[in-house]
T-cell receptor
């Protein structure tokens, strides 16, 4: 059973704190993504990574950074949390279909982390 | 460039009635199309997807969707709504062979007993 896990379901932080959101997938996927989800705005891509130590900005990278030191783990970092970063954060992964494998053409999602910044 | 428009941010249907959630897309290349469902405080779960082949796609929980290239649409339907169908539904598009997905803003489905 494929799985994407996120380190916390609920998180409360104070303005200015450094926040780490962790995501781990056990499917050997090359590509991993961080989205934030807000009412009426759907899912917006923050960052994605297509390989270890590689990262690309998504649509809303400001105020965020990421780290991918191992293939299975993709971390989202809020260097100095602000109240406008209160949101639901979703991690996802997908196989690229390279290296002899075949992509299922499906992104697999973690359960989400609901972050509140006070 | 690719984008997705979901018409209707909130849809209410009676239990047993037809469910129709609308999705239109724009894509400069042949698309892959997806419907995801999100139950409260959970991640997204794939309902169904269209990649190639038959344009009528059947998914889980009795849902289906039809890819209509001429209308650039991929509407989601279910003949008879169940209370357990109440959730948020997202339509998404990706480029064939691509890894980036573009999501609509979602439609919240309410099922009235």
């Amino acid at each position: 059973d494929v799985k994407v896990t996120q380190s916390s379901r609920y998180l409360v932080k104070r303005t200015g704190e450094k926040v780490f959101l962790e995501c781990v997938q056990d499917m050997d996927h090359e590509n991993m993504f961080w989205y934030r989800q807000d009412p009426g705005l759907g899912l917006r891509l923050i960052y994605f990574s297509y390989d270890v130590k590689m990262k690309e900005k998504g649509d809303i990278p400001e105020g965020y950074s990421v780290s991918r030191e191992k293939k299975e783990r993709f971390s989202l970092i809020l260097e100095s949390a602000s109240t406008n970063q209160t949101s639901m954060y979703l991690c996802a992964s997908i196989s690229s279909g390279l290296a002899g494998g075949r992509s299922s053409n499906e992104q697999f999602f973690g359960p989400g982390t609901r972050l509140t910044v006070l | 460039a690719q984008s997705v428009t979901q018409l209707g941010s909130h849809v209410s249907v009676s239990e047993g009635a037809l469910v129709l959630l609308r999705c239109n897309y724009s894509s400069s290349v042949p698309p892959y199309l997806f419907w995801y469902v999100q139950y409260p405080n959970q991640g997204l779960q794939l309902l169904l997807k269209y990649t190639t082949g038959a344009t009528l796609v059947k998914g889980i929980n009795g849902f289906e969707a039809e890819f209509k290239k001429s209308e650039t649409s991929f509407h989601l339907t279910k003949p008879s709504a169940h209370m357990s169908d109440a959730a948020e539904y997202f339509c998404a598009v990706s480029r064939q062979g691509g890894n980036q997905f573009y999501f609509g803003t979602g439609t919240s489905l309410t099922v009235i007993p």
